[in-house]
Structure formats: C-alpha cells, structure tokens
C-alpha cells in the first residue's frame, strides 16, 4: 500500500544538495524484506512522491540519466515517478565515484532518529536485482538490502532496519549497529553490473551484452517505527522463503531466465527458475545471510525439484575483512533427481571443501563469519553441454 499522502516532500527534504566524494562500495548480498505495512500519517517522515520532480535524488554514474516521468500511465501512483535510464554493463569505479551505472542516491540533510523502514515501489524493464544502501555520515559504514525485480511490473517493498546487514567492504561500524539518527545517505542501484563484473572476471558465469535499462522509483517514504528484532531460532535460521515480493537473493550467469515466486498447497512458496546454460559455464542464486546469523549451524538444508536430472552445487562464502583477499568459499555438490516429488537436500558442514585456488587462515569453516549462501547448477559446466530446466527451491535453512 502506497504511503499516505499529508505531507509534501518540499516540505522534507532538501533538495539538490552535492553528490557525496564517494560512491557507496557494491554490497555483497541479501537480505529478506517484510511487505504490506500499512504506514498511519504520523508514522510517514519523508514522502517523495516525484509529481514535482526527482526530489533530490541525483545520479552518481555520468552515464547515467534521472528524470521524472509525469505519465500516471507508467507512475504506481499519482502522476509522477522517478525515472532512470541506463546501459546495464559491468561497473568500473573510478575517480569521481562514476561507473556504477544505474546506481542513484538521496542526501539527507537532517538524519531522522525515529526511523524505522524504507518503503517504495519499484518497476524495471528488465528483471535485475536491486540495492538499498543506508550510509551513516559522509562516508561512514554502510548498511545493505537487496531486492529482485521482475521486469513488467511494480513491486511494493516495505524495508524494516534489521534487515540491513553491514558491508564488510565499507568504512567499519565502531558499534557495529545500524544507528538511525547517523543514516545521511540512501542509495537505490542496480546490482546487475556487480554480477557482470564477477561473471567477466572469472569467466564461469554467462554474460549478457550490455543492455538498455529503465528503473522506476515511486511513493519512497521514510518511516518512523521501533527497532525490529530478527526472530531467532535455537536449532534453525531461515535464509530464504521466496514469498512476494521477491527479495533476497539475486541470480548470476544463464540465459533467458525467469524467476518468480509460486504458491504451493498450503499456501507455502518456491522460487520457480526457468533457464538455459551455455556449456561449460554455472547458473546460481546467491543469497546473503546476515552477520554472524549462522554461528552454531552445522548443516545447510533445502528442497528442490527439477524437470531434468542436474547436479547442484552449494558453496559458502565466509568474510572476516574487507577486500578480496579476507574471503574464501567452501563448496559442495549434490544431484538431484527430474520429477515433481520434493528432494530434500542437507549438506553438513563437514562436507564442505575449500574452493580451489582459495586459501583460508586457519583452514576451517567458520558457519559465524558466512555471509553468502549460493545455490548453483553445476550441470553445463560437468557435463560441457548446453542445459534447459526448470528448477523448484524452497525452504532454504540452516540447521544445528
């Protein structure tokens, strides 16, 4: 539901303030979002939405264009959206902060310390993963959410805080929490040209040409609301359940590939993924665990079905520092059979190996430094063929 409309966003938020030095450093990903909160006048901190303009939102890719359309025919609401126009390709962070392309911010000038969530809708003509960034000061820590967005259609997303986790590749956090009062900065990009760039640099993911792309924000409001705590369970931790609207993930490598959510009996949901491979290349999703989320897990569970015979391949990744070097990833592999019964699949820590050409510290799976839980199909890459499938995922945990 679309925040309600009392206060301006002249009113709030000062406008056409200078692009900060920094751009704010790719997330690594994912975090899940809550939907459908309804947002009472009092509640609504900032409100921007966009039948005036770009209220304040500005680009920080030179090649990239921000507008406001004024057709209701495209907007979500009203008349008004924000409209921005890129080429999706690889990002090249240079001097400046450029090379990120599609990527836009919004300085806030007075930081608010009752709030609570972000909320908008989202529409892209092209299905893409998207991030929210929240940065304390200038360029202080930053804090990221990741959504993906089905091309053709808005998206409602309502953000509560706790389901930013930290970027272990930003400035550190001296308290290690997410303060309201310090968030100076929200950013919206598009993670596509993070996961082109990973594609092109290791040479095991499919990547597309560089296309044109449109993302459209509407109704963006800042919310006032008390901290959320994250449900905690003693022998379990959810990583993913694939309800709409999508979030939590993103998909890298493939070709022609569909992704949507699909209610089961009972009213559960699965991640449906339509695709095709290119021989001797890999197709994952990538899913962000929050840090330090998984300490005391011992095992990494999921169903799957499938409609051809795949072997898939589950790694974690583990940080404990920023940068490329204070990273490493543990694989496993599992087959999973075609037909429309339910596998499921639990993968004890155990059975884990260090990824080749990767090194680690002190040469052991640390569940508490995991951030990324990928779940790709080996099958093009083993087999050297093309692969066309269809694959089910659901109920993605980690148990004790």
């Given at each position: ?10 009113q709030?938020?000062?406008r056409?303030?200078p692009?900060?030095?920094?751009m ?12 459908g ?5 009092e ?5 921007l939405?966009?039948?005036?303009g ?44 450029g ?31 998207v ?5 304390e000061g200038?360029?202080g ?5 990741m ?9 409602e ?38 996961l ?10 499919h990547?597309e ?8 924000l ?7 609301g008390?901290?959320d ?15 709409p609207?999508?979030?939590?993930f993103a ?18 949901s ?14 994952a ?13 011992e ?19 583990e940080k404990?520092?920023?940068g490329?070097?204070n ?22 820590t155990?059975?884990f ?7 680690d510290p ?9 951030q ?13 063929a ?15």
């Amino acid at each position: 539901m679309p925040c309600e409309r009392g206060r301006t966003a002249g009113q709030l938020c000062a406008r056409k303030e200078p692009i900060m030095r920094q751009m704010l450093a790719v997330a690594a990903l994912l975090a899940a979002v809550c939907v459908g909160v309804e947002a009472q006048e009092e509640d609504v901190l900032l409100l921007l939405d966009f039948e005036d303009g770009t209220e304040g939102f500005v680009s920080i890719d030179p090649q990239t264009t921000v507008s406001a359309t004024t057709a209701p025919e495209i907007a979500y609401t009203g008349n008004g959206a924000l409209q921005v126009q890129y080429m999706q390709a690889a990002m090249s962070p240079g001097a400046g902060g450029g090379g990120f392309p599609g990527a836009v911010i919004l300085p806030l000038m007075d930081p608010f310390e009752e709030l609570g969530r972000v909320s908008f809708a989202i529409a892209s003509d092209l299905s893409t993963p998207v991030v929210v960034v929240l940065t304390e000061g200038a360029e202080g820590p930053r804090y990221n959410c990741m959504l993906w967005c089905s091309a053709g259609a808005w998206h409602e997303y309502s953000l509560p805080l706790h389901e930013f986790s930290a970027d272990l590749d930003g400035p550190p956090d001296p308290n290690g929490t997410l303060d309201p009062g310090e968030v100076s900065v929200v950013a919206v990009f598009d993670a596509d040209s993070f996961l082109r760039l990973i594609g092109e640099s290791t040479g095991m993911f499919h990547v597309e040409p560089p296309e044109e792309q449109t993302l459209r924000l509407d109704d963006f409001c800042l919310l006032s609301g008390e901290p959320d705590v994250p449900p905690q369970g003693e022998d379990s931790v959810t990583i993913a359940t694939y309800e709409p609207p999508l979030r939590g993930f993103a998909c890298v490598g493939g070709q022609d590939v569909v992704v949507e959510s699909e209610e089961l009996e009972g009213g559960e949901s699965a991640l449906r993924l339509d695709y095709s491979i290119p021989a001797r290349t890999l197709f994952a999703v990538i899913h962000r665990a929050r840090q330090g989320a998984l300490a005391g897990m011992e095992a990494i569970r999921f169903q799957a079905r499938s409609n051809r015979e795949v072997t898939l391949i589950v790694s974690l990744e583990e940080k404990w520092g920023p940068g490329e070097e204070n990273k490493s990833s543990y694989n496993a592999t599992m087959p999973v059979e075609p037909g429309e019964d339910w596998q499921t699949v639990t993968t004890h820590t155990s059975s884990f190996a260090l990824g080749d050409n990767e090194t680690d510290p002190n040469g052991t799976l640390d569940m508490d430094l995991v951030q990324t839980v990928t779940i790709g199909d080996a099958t093009a890459l083993l087999e050297g063929a093309e692969v066309l499938n269809s694959l089910w995922l659901r109920d993605l945990v980690a148990v004790r």
